[in-house]
């Protein structure tokens, strides 16, 4: 073998500076070069608007998507950027939009105007221009307007004049680059809806407007995250009154709204300076330590907790809990340029100390709902308790004194060592089990059969959950255990496919399914390793040759291609024999699998809690909205 010449020297050495830097490593800037890189980039100019509101000076925000042209277009009526042609020769606006670390955001003693922003480090609005094969900016200031426009971060024309209008503020549209974003370089416009909804409620009093092509949404709220958390709350409520405060101190500013609902899950959002933090970080920990400090103290003031008993914990909080916290702050230090994660501790010290006075406050105040937060808090540390027991018992570890691990019995496993290349399939019913068992791959197919809709994750408690030997049985057979102690490590199989007859009660066991896998492993949901097999709902026969149809469209696409044709209606997936069943839903080259992804994981959940919970009204309310868009298979 012939060794290649080494070339490596001081020539090959090369220092990437600004734009170039961000369009060869736009994933250290952006976190995603696929559509949610395209929606990072267009809320760093969404941010710019929202910065100019924080500091008094906006009250109006329009945005607009053009679907064609895929462009977007951010307005304000903020100051304007500050724009012109230095003594040196600098231009200004350029620099602004293509010079790493500039900006006036860094001096936080006020004189610029900005004693909190989301933008402290001068990158992003430099990323969004080059990461965008067009970039224009218009600044309206000081009896002038200036433009400039740019291409993949390039300045291509610049000019100003003087403008009669005193309106000032900001225009900036922009085309996300199709050759950075090549899976998709569209916005998604559901999600920039739920943001912009969102923001409205962060930004009390301002106006936001959203249009998507010939669609206008126009989102304001006068009462901030007192309707923030009712528009996120899905489930019955159990306090009155909800929890809110607003404080400021020393530069730093914090409000809160929290309510407790039925559901036994949590719904939280945090945001610094409006930006969100999903991830949580230091003012999430302080508010919550002393959201716990204050329960107990009340708890054990009014004798709720005894002397014996031990103090309620954090988690014991969690259920029910619907909470929205942001914190205003000078200088904000986050985990990296997407922001995700708080770091600054004085934010801790700070939730810590006004939140504590403020819970405390409520609590007094609403003495019936505090009863009703820590009752409930009782009620889920005693099911935990319980959940323990309960995991314990089908926990499958193998061990000296256990042996080898035990599959459930139902379970007919793929042979193939190496797990990554194997599938659970999930069936309704021994009889489509069968003939799964004799279609399938022996060696990287398993067969696992459940009886009818399994129970409802979403309403049951863990503790009872965990009895059914339907649950049971999935876990023993995925390996990887659930819940806190999920461990995406051991999962036994790269794929779980859940295959269902392809009408209503098919659709439910399905709902069912992933409602479990999406409370208690939600990591593998997130991580794409589950699926939905699209079985068929017709065969059609003509003469020798035959297709599948799975739905009524497919039907009605194949009557005007067709006039003379047999046609067969399953009723499930067990009325398929062997061939017809590898043919439709076994053979990855002939099957057609759905990937279960959570795009807006928060909305999935919502719409889960709504749906499968124990709240009526919700479902009635959701029915009745949506009845148009249903289909009944009788």
Request: hydrophobic share 35%; with cysteine.
């Amino acid at each position: 073998m012939t060794k290649k010449k080494n070339t490596y020297g001081i020539d090959d050495i090369q220092t990437l500076e600004g734009i170039q830097a961000i369009r060869t490593r736009p994933g250290m800037y952006i976190g995603s070069i696929e559509q949610q890189g395209v929606n990072h980039i267009t809320l760093e100019i969404v941010s710019n608007s929202i910065d100019e509101y924080l500091n008094g000076h906006c009250s109006m925000i329009e945005v607009s998507v053009n679907s064609k042209t895929r462009e977007i277009s951010i307005s304000d009526d903020g100051r304007g950027i500050p724009a012109g042609i230095r003594e040196n020769g600098e231009n200004v606006l350029e620099s602004v939009f293509t010079k790493l670390h500039t900006g006036a955001k860094f001096a936080q003693d006020g004189t610029t105007g900005y004693n909190s922003s989301g933008g402290m480090n001068g990158v992003g609005s430099k990323a969004t221009n080059a990461l965008s094969s067009k970039f224009k900016v218009v600044s309206k200031r000081d009896g002038m307007k200036y433009m400039a426009e740019f291409s993949k971060g390039e300045l291509k024309k610049y000019e100003e004049k003087k403008d009669s209008n005193s309106i000032t503020g900001t225009t900036i549209s922009f085309v996300p680059d199709k050759t950075i974003f090549k899976e998709d370089p569209s916005v998604n416009t559901s999600w920039l809806k739920k943001t912009l909804q969102e923001l409205s409620f962060l930004c009390k009093g301002v106006k936001i407007q959203l249009t998507v092509d010939d669609k206008q949404d126009v989102f304001i709220s006068n009462n901030g995250l007192l309707d923030y958390v009712e528009y996120i709350n899905k489930s019955e409520k159990i306090t009155e009154t909800p929890l809110y405060f607003e404080v400021a101190k020393d530069k730093m500013k914090a409000e809160v709204g929290m309510l407790f609902n039925t559901n036994n899950s949590d719904t939280v959002k945090v945001y610094t300076n409006n930006i969100p933090n999903p991830n949580g970080g230091a003012h999430l920990v302080g508010f919550r330590t002393a959201l716990t400090t204050a329960i107990n103290k009340f708890a054990r003031d009014n004798g709720l907790l005894k002397e014996k008993d031990d103090n309620l914990s954090g988690t014991d909080l969690l259920e029910g809990q619907v909470l929205v916290l942001n914190l205003n702050m000078p200088d904000p230090v986050f985990d990296g340029q997407t922001k995700a994660k708080l770091n600054s501790q004085e934010a801790r010290s700070f939730l810590m100390e006004v939140a504590g006075v403020g819970i405390k406050d409520y609590l007094n105040q609403n003495p019936q709902d505090a009863r009703s937060i820590i009752e409930k808090a009782l009620l889920s540390r005693k099911a935990s308790e319980a959940a323990k027991k309960a995991r314990e018992a089908v926990r499958n570890v193998p061990s000296p004194t256990r042996g080898k691990i035990i599959m459930p019995s139902k379970l007919t496993d793929a042979t193939s060592k190496t797990r990554k290349e194997c599938e659970l399939l999930i069936l309704e019913g021994n009889s489509a089990a069968g003939s799964a068992k004799e279609a399938r791959d022996t060696k990287t197919q398993g067969v696992l059969p459940i009886r009818g809709k399994i129970i409802n994750a979403q309403k049951t408690e863990l503790a009872k959950l965990l009895q059914n030997e339907e649950v049971k049985s999935i876990i023993t057979a995925l390996g990887c255990g659930f819940g806190d102690n999920l461990d995406m490590s051991k999962l036994r199989y790269g794929k779980i496919v859940i295959l269902t007859d392809a009408d209503e009660d098919g659709g439910h066991i399905s709902m069912l399914l992933m409602t479990f896998f999406l409370k208690y492993m939600r990591e593998l949901v997130e991580k794409g390793h589950l699926y939905v097999a699209v079985s068929p709902l017709y065969r059609a026969v003509r003469g020798t040759s035959y297709d599948y149809l799975k739905d009524e469209k497919a039907l009605e696409d194949y009557k005007k291609k067709y006039s003379k044709f047999e046609l067969f209606r399953y009723k499930g997936i067990g009325e398929l024999n062997p061939k017809q069943l590898k043919e439709t839903t076994l053979d990855p080259k002939t099957r057609t699998l759905k990937q279960i992804t959570i795009s807006d994981l928060e909305t999935t959940i919502a719409l889960v809690d709504g749906l499968m919970g124990s709240d009526s009204d919700y479902r009635k309310d959701y029915i009745s909205k949506n009845s148009t868009k249903i289909k009944i298979d009788i």
